[in-house]
């Protein structure tokens, strides 16, 4: 069967970078040298124009784009291809002068001043012309360049503004989703501290300074203003899908980012693309544990558009500028961190950027080409490495990452849960969902992070950490997936609340879900930080609990451990309920890892999926088209280990042929490729 590459002109992996020619009009030797230092680290392709607008427009009217002919057709005739940006993230300082409306108000009503990036009203319809006008203008030059491959539209969406536009547009949003101020203040449990709307036209953004007392409403805020940057971003679109309908568009997303909710902007794109940061080398943490956190988005990502692969977009080949410690990347880290999001499921591995700036905001932000501008530096010769790296993983191209595992996260729960007044203070709700899913991994097996909306058929087990927000809707689906054989494990929290954050009724969890876990959840203790329970399972061991515990009663539920100490000692702290032709697991409390590692290793291999013992701080990930697997392991030590009941196959990095042991060094990724069986 014929491969399936993301983009036909490049029948590879990409590898390439955010390239600023602009910076550099004025040397064009340094231009002339950077496509001599692309071709020898065997860049592919380079994203351009992202913020570029004050050089291709220096003038309202006034375009200008020699500059930029010059570089795609220079690159193109090189054998490199084109990413182009449109470059709305941020504007020329002539555009906020004549049309201030573009600028963003913030949270207390302040309109901002010119400057810094990502901050535009996307109400303005001001500003939503200019965009029209500039994508309009690429999309008609390069739409038909040979050396064009994507739009890369804007650049890292994100922030709500509270302009008087965008407030009258998250009224008439409201209004859609209400129809009447009744069912809103319903909705919203207004009548509380006599906080109820005669009319829209009263409704205002939850400002700093305003209402910030109505969970519901606030929920409803950030779900507009994923509505409206969404549709900011598919007028972005329209120009270049009528003007260049043959290039797919891609937005470069962000890492366990909470202001916008990905899963319906996924919807307008053909690619999925993200930029990954890791904090390698963080004391106290794990390399392992940064690595399942960043494996966690890979996943996440991958599953936006059903597991097609992905782009990573921005990756610092070294180090960065805007973390609390900017930690060089020690010899090693960047080829396994990046190799990584290839056994994820990326078909690239991309940078910001290719050379690094002379002056500004990231000046010394990390770079393939560092000030000094030649080859000699360490973090070029990891990049060149790499380089050869991604050209003999070529095969690896337009195969997925196929499970039958998935983590529910939706980013409006999150929302959800961050906004309960009660608890604790710190919900630490994407730790949680992180550790279930590093728990589960550490089986060896790969797991999908998904949305609500997906169809969840395919899956022989769901797990559902800290789902807080269940509609009855979801819970149906939920009951329905037990019912026809499914296997669920849920966590503390489960369906307190419906969409618009009104308790369910009748006892958690709600949602009919009671009926499934056969568990009556009464109340739930917010312990201290320093304070400490335990969970004692049916062979006598303890594990730690911390954060949270639930007082549970059974109603037909098994129970598979007890409480160790306080006035709920020897109560169900976790359950086990069968329905249907499934069943459900329930953990009330914040349990530690080893026993979530536990529970998941003995559930998957009671289930048929492909479990193994991995070393500490190792992973396993496995690709696979029509006919090959292609079984990634990956050492996150800075010692060699070694490997056992390994899928044998061939090494596509060194070409030997490994069977069922094999060693893994300090660093070190194994690429297997095998025959189906």
């Known amino acids: 069967m014929k491969q399936q590459f993301l983009f036909d002109k490049i029948p590879a992996m990409l590898h390439g970078?955010?390239?600023?020619?602009?910076?550099?009009?004025?040397?064009?030797?340094?231009?002339?040298?950077?496509?001599?230092?692309?071709?020898?680290?065997?860049?592919?392709?380079?994203?351009?124009?992202?913020?570029?607008?004050?050089?291709?427009?220096?003038?309202?009217?006034?375009?200008?784009?020699?500059?930029?002919?010059?570089?795609?057709?220079?690159?193109?005739?090189?054998?490199?291809?084109?990413?182009?940006?449109?470059?709305?993230?941020?504007?020329?300082?002539?555009?906020?002068?004549?049309?201030?409306?573009?600028?963003r108000v913030d949270s207390y009503g302040q309109r901002n001043h010119h400057g810094v990036r990502h901050n535009h009203c996307p109400s303005s319809p001001a500003y939503r012309e200019k965009v029209r006008e500039m994508n309009t203008q690429l999309a008609k030059r390069y739409g038909s360049h040979p050396g064009l491959i994507l739009w890369h539209v804007s650049n890292e969406y994100g922030g709500a503004c509270y302009c008087p536009l965008c407030t009258e547009r998250f009224r008439e949003w409201l209004k859609k989703k209400y129809k009447t101020i009744d069912q809103l203040n319903d909705a919203w449990w207004s009548s509380f501290w006599s906080h109820r709307y005669t009319s829209f036209e009263e409704i205002e953004p939850p400002f700093q300074n305003g209402e910030t007392s109505m969970a519901a409403m606030q929920l409803d805020w950030k779900r507009f203003?994923?509505?409206?940057?969404?549709?900011?971003?598919?007028?972005?679109?329209?120009?270049?899908?009528?003007?260049?309908?043959?290039?797919?568009?891609?937005?470069?997303?962000?890492?366990?980012?909470?202001?916008?909710?990905?899963?319906?902007?996924?919807?307008?794109?053909d690619v999925i693309s993200w930029d990954s940061y890791p904090f390698w080398h963080r004391p106290g943490e794990s390399m392992g544990h940064t690595a399942a956190v960043t494996a966690f988005s890979h996943s996440q990502m991958r599953n936006y558009k059903q597991g097609q692969p992905f782009l990573l977009m921005e990756s610092a080949p070294g180090l960065v500028n805007w973390q609390p410690f900017n930690k060089i990347r020690r010899p090693g880290v960047h080829r396994l961190s990046s190799l990584q999001s290839v056994a994820c499921g990326s078909d690239s591995v991309q940078y910001f950027q290719f050379r690094k700036n002379r002056g500004s905001f990231e000046q010394y932000h990390g770079a393939v080409v560092d000030h000094e501008g030649s080859d000699r530096t360490r973090i070029f010769r990891e990049v060149a490495q790499l380089g050869e790296d991604l050209a003999k993983l070529a095969p690896v191209a337009g195969s997925r990452v196929k499970t039958q595992a998935a983590l529910l996260m939706d980013t409006p729960n999150r929302w959800a849960v961050e906004l309960i007044s009660g608890?604790?203070?710190?919900?630490?709700?994407?730790?949680?969902?992180?550790?279930?899913?590093?728990?589960?991994?550490?089986s060896g097996c790969d797991l999908d992070v998904i949305s609500s909306d997906t169809d969840f058929s395919s899956y022989k087990l769901l797990i559902l950490p800290m789902l807080y927000m269940i509609s009855d809707e979801l819970g149906e689906k939920l009951k329905d997936y037990v019912k026809q054989g499914g296997v669920v494990i849920a966590t503390y929290l489960l369906g307190y609340v419906g969409d618009t954050l009104l308790a369910h009724l009748g006892g958690f969890p709600g949602a009919n879900l009671r009926e499934v876990f056969q568990i009556w959840n009464e109340e739930i203790d917010s312990i201290y930080p320093s304070e400490r329970n335990a969970i004692r399972t049916g062979d006598g061991r303890l594990y730690e609990v911390r954060d949270y515990c639930e007082v549970?009663?059974?109603?037909?539920?098994?129970?598979?451990?007890?409480?160790?100490?306080?006035?709920?000692?020897?109560?169900?702290?976790?359950?086990?309920?069968?329905?249907?032709?499934?069943?459900?697991?329930?953990?009330g409390a914040r349990v530690e890892e080893d026993y979530l590692k536990k529970l998941y290793f003995k559930t998957?291999?009671?289930?048929?999926?492909?479990?193994?013992?991995?070393?500490?701080?190792?992973?396993?990930?496995?690709?696979?088209?029509?006919?090959?697997?292609?079984?990634?392991?990956?050492?996150?030590?800075?010692?060699?280990?070694?490997?056992?009941?390994?899928?044998?196959g061939g090494d596509l990095l060194t070409g030997q042929e490994i069977g069922d042991t094999a060693y893994l060094e300090p660093y070190g990724v194994l690429c297997l490729k095998s025959p189906k069986s």
């Open 552 to 587: 549970l009663h059974t109603e037909g539920a098994e129970v598979l451990a007890s409480y160790e100490k306080d006035y709920y000692r020897d109560m169900p702290a976790v359950t086990l309920s069968h329905y249907g032709k499934g069943h459900a697991i329930y953990i």
């Open 423 to 442: 608890l604790s203070e710190h919900k630490e709700m994407m730790e949680t969902v992180c550790a279930h899913y590093e728990s589960f991994t550490s």
């Open 17 to 103: 970078g955010d390239y600023n020619p602009d910076q550099w009009v004025k040397y064009p030797e340094i231009l002339k040298k950077d496509i001599e230092l692309m071709k020898e680290a065997r860049i592919n392709c380079v994203s351009m124009g992202i913020f570029a607008w004050s050089m291709l427009e220096p003038e309202e009217g006034r375009y200008q784009f020699d500059w930029l002919d010059e570089r795609i057709e220079s690159l193109y005739q090189n054998g490199i291809y084109t990413i182009l940006a449109t470059p709305s993230g941020a504007r020329p300082a002539w555009l906020d002068k004549k049309y201030p409306e573009a600028m």
């Open 604 to 648: 998957a291999a009671a289930l048929g999926l492909p479990v193994c013992s991995l070393p500490e701080n190792v992973e396993k990930h496995v690709r696979e088209d029509e006919e090959n697997l292609y079984t990634f392991y990956l050492n996150f030590n800075d010692q060699r280990v070694s490997l056992h009941s390994v899928t044998p």
């Open 225 to 269: 203003t994923t509505w409206n940057t969404q549709d900011f971003m598919e007028e972005e679109i329209k120009p270049l899908r009528e003007f260049a309908p043959q290039v797919p568009v891609t937005t470069n997303f962000m890492h366990l980012y909470g202001g916008l909710d990905y899963a319906p902007m996924a919807k307008d794109l």
